[in-house]
């Protein structure tokens, strides 16, 4: 797909209400989803994990968007956000949720045009069905991702059809060209893979029980982890004593071993005091409204660190209010860097893999078949950056592997599947500009993994669509 196929749509604030407009319609004529989603929002209040930091005493400090939030909910709520901040700003923000919320609604809108292939009429009907798995927290990612990825095909002249849960089997969409059935998958990774959560949880516990011995009043501070292992369950009390002495003691660098295993602390930055910083907008009242005043103040930017904390490096945390004089006020910041080797063994290679095993067996007897995987490309670009031992001898880059070895591999061991196919989510691309269906690489519409011996080949025309450009590390 060169330059000048790529569907490139314009769309100002209009476009995105009526997407979300469609979308939520859509929900609430298959279900009482208006009804759900207000009690999401009245149950977010109700239980203090989401409030005006104007309602947020002091003492408590709470945090705009501390909850994690229904995805689908979230989403839609984030939109509509975004929209009404357009009204007060004369700006709209093509934030990754909002581009979501305009690609399901774009589906939606050639949702009836879609054929349905399904082995009886019990149960559901079609349109139910995406709705309840839209509805279920566990389904809504992949339900988006299909619904995205036949619309797509669909607009791009393709014959497609949608298939019902469980009376096939093994498919979410089937693509005819040339009197030919191309069976696909649609999988959509969330934005952190299984060790990286575990990570955000094990930093997370280390902070909190620094924070259970010690009390260091307004202060931030920045440190580093380094350790040739990662730390564990076992590691954890004693690398948050160790923190709490360095801390306690202002010390530059601390150590300790546990179950010979050696962590080294360095205490790379301390802050004394809260940081007040002048504002003249209004009191932030929405999770948007939150991101727009963290964007404009950088609330850890006072500490000197490398890494983004709140990225799959590190862990971070900052306690944020607005005083009676309309200054904000940042304390208790800190960013915590782990500098390990996080991803020897890297836990998405199991995801991607398991996921491709087990579609190649849901779709064995309907070839040719294709399964896309729509993952976060910063997922991406950290295995490209990261270098690790080749099957062939030498060394190659942790997505190399993946894609040029593992994947390989395995698909030339199987007779189903004809190509694996990756893509990612973008945002906003120049003025309003949103690339619909957005690959991997600004250059790059996709990135493909063919069988070079299939059973049955793909159609030339489907296979010209999703061929694409290698993702390479330079």
């Given at each position: 797909?060169?330059?000048?196929?790529?569907?490139?749509?314009?769309?100002?604030?209009?476009?995105?209400?009526?997407?979300?407009?469609?979308?939520?319609?859509?929900?609430?004529?298959?279900?009482?989803?208006?009804?759900?989603?207000?009690?999401?929002?009245?149950?977010?209040?109700?239980?203090?994990?989401?409030?005006?930091?104007?309602?947020?005493?002091?003492?408590?400090?709470?945090?705009?968007?501390?909850?994690?939030?229904?995805?689908?909910?979230?989403?839609?709520?984030?939109?509509?956000?975004?929209?009404?901040?357009?009204?007060?700003?004369?700006?709209?923000?093509?934030?990754?949720?909002?581009?979501?919320?305009?690609?399901?609604?774009?589906?939606?809108?050639?949702?009836?045009?879609?054929?349905?292939?399904?082995?009886?009429?019990?149960?559901?009907?079609?349109?139910?069905?995406?709705?309840?798995?839209?509805?279920?927290?566990?389904?809504?990612?992949?339900?988006?991702?299909?619904?995205?990825?036949?619309?797509?095909?669909?607009?791009?002249?393709?014959?497609?059809?949608?298939?019902?849960?469980?009376?096939?089997?093994?498919?979410?969409?089937?693509?005819?060209?040339d009197c030919t059935d191309v069976s696909i998958e649609c999988k959509r990774k969330t934005s952190q893979v299984p060790f990286d959560e575990k990570m955000?949880?094990?930093?997370?516990?280390?902070?909190?029980?620094?924070?259970?011995?010690?009390?260091?009043?307004?202060?931030?501070?920045?440190?580093?982890?380094?350790?040739?292992?990662?730390?564990?369950?076992?590691?954890?009390?004693?690398?948050?004593?160790?923190?709490?002495?360095?801390?306690?003691?202002?010390?530059?660098?601390?150590?300790?071993?546990?179950?010979?295993?050696?962590?080294?602390i360095e205490l790379l930055d301390y802050y004394e005091g809260g940081r007040v910083t002048e504002y003249e907008g209004r009191i932030p009242r929405t999770?948007?409204?939150?991101?727009?005043?963290?964007?404009?103040?950088?609330?850890?930017?006072?500490?000197?660190?490398?890494?983004?904390?709140?990225?799959?490096?590190?862990?971070?945390?900052?306690?944020?209010?607005?005083?009676?004089?309309?200054?904000?006020?940042?304390?208790?910041?800190?960013?915590?860097?782990?500098?390990?080797?996080?991803?020897?063994?890297?836990?998405?290679?199991?995801?991607?893999?398991?996921?491709?095993?087990?579609?190649?067996?849901?779709?064995?007897?309907?070839?040719?078949?294709?399964?896309?995987?729509?993952?976060?490309?910063?997922?991406?670009?950290?295995?490209?950056?990261?270098?690790?031992?080749?099957?062939?001898?030498?060394?190659?880059?942790?997505?190399?592997?993946?894609?040029?070895?593992?994947?390989?591999?395995?698909?030339?061991?199987?007779?189903?599947?004809?190509?694996?196919?990756?893509?990612?989510?973008?945002?906003?691309?120049?003025?309003?500009?949103?690339?619909?269906?957005?690959?991997?690489?600004?250059?790059?519409?996709?990135?493909?993994?063919?069988?070079?011996?299939?059973?049955?080949?793909?159609?030339?025309?489907?296979?010209?669509?999703?061929?694409?450009?290698?993702?390479?590390?330079?």
């Amino acid at each position: 797909m060169d330059d000048s196929e790529r569907e490139t749509v314009e769309l100002d604030q209009y476009d995105v209400m009526r997407y979300e407009q469609l979308l939520s319609e859509f929900l609430d004529r298959h279900s009482n989803f208006e009804d759900q989603l207000s009690e999401w929002r009245k149950g977010l209040n109700r239980h203090g994990e989401r409030v005006s930091l104007d309602e947020a005493p002091e003492s408590e400090m709470s945090i705009a968007n501390a909850r994690e939030a229904h995805p689908l909910f979230s989403r839609i709520v984030t939109t509509r956000e975004e929209t009404n901040r357009y009204f007060r700003t004369g700006n709209i923000r093509m934030l990754l949720p909002v581009v979501d919320v305009i690609y399901a609604g774009r589906a939606i809108e050639v949702f009836d045009e879609l054929g349905v292939i399904e082995a009886d009429e019990t149960g559901p009907d079609i349109a139910e069905e995406y709705v309840q798995r839209l509805l279920n927290r566990d389904e809504t990612l992949d339900a988006l991702f299909e619904l995205e990825t036949a619309s797509i095909f669909h607009r791009r002249g393709f014959d497609t059809k949608l298939v019902k849960e469980g009376s096939v089997g093994g498919r979410d969409i089937v693509v005819t060209e040339d009197c030919t059935d191309v069976s696909i998958e649609c999988k959509r990774k969330t934005s952190q893979v299984p060790f990286d959560e575990k990570m955000e949880i094990t930093g997370k516990t280390i902070s909190d029980k620094v924070w259970n011995q010690i009390n260091i009043g307004k202060d931030s501070f920045a440190l580093r982890i380094s350790s040739d292992t990662p730390p564990k369950d076992q590691h954890i009390d004693q690398l948050a004593d160790s923190i709490a002495e360095l801390l306690r003691n202002r010390w530059e660098e601390n150590s300790v071993t546990v179950d010979g295993d050696k962590f080294h602390i360095e205490l790379l930055d301390y802050y004394e005091g809260g940081r007040v910083t002048e504002y003249e907008g209004r009191i932030p009242r929405t999770a948007s409204e939150m991101d727009e005043l963290r964007e404009k103040i950088d609330p850890l930017g006072h500490l000197d660190h490398e890494i983004d904390p709140m990225d799959t490096d590190g862990h971070g945390d900052v306690q944020i209010f607005v005083n009676e004089l309309g200054q904000v006020v940042v304390m208790n910041a800190y960013a915590m860097e782990f500098d390990f080797p996080k991803y020897d063994e890297i836990q998405l290679n199991d995801w991607v893999m398991n996921t491709i095993r087990s579609a190649s067996s849901q779709v064995s007897g309907f070839q040719p078949s294709v399964v896309f995987i729509d993952l976060p490309y910063i997922v991406i670009e950290q295995m490209q950056r990261r270098e690790t031992e080749s099957y062939h001898g030498g060394t190659v880059s942790q997505w190399q592997r993946l894609a040029n070895e593992q994947i390989i591999g395995l698909l030339n061991k199987s007779d189903s599947l004809n190509a694996i196919i990756f893509s990612s989510h973008s945002e906003q691309h120049g003025d309003n500009v949103v690339e619909m269906g957005r690959p991997i690489a600004v250059d790059s519409p996709i990135h493909s993994i063919f069988n070079i011996d299939p059973e049955e080949e793909l159609p030339s025309r489907i296979k010209e669509f999703i061929e694409g450009s290698h993702v390479d590390p330079d």
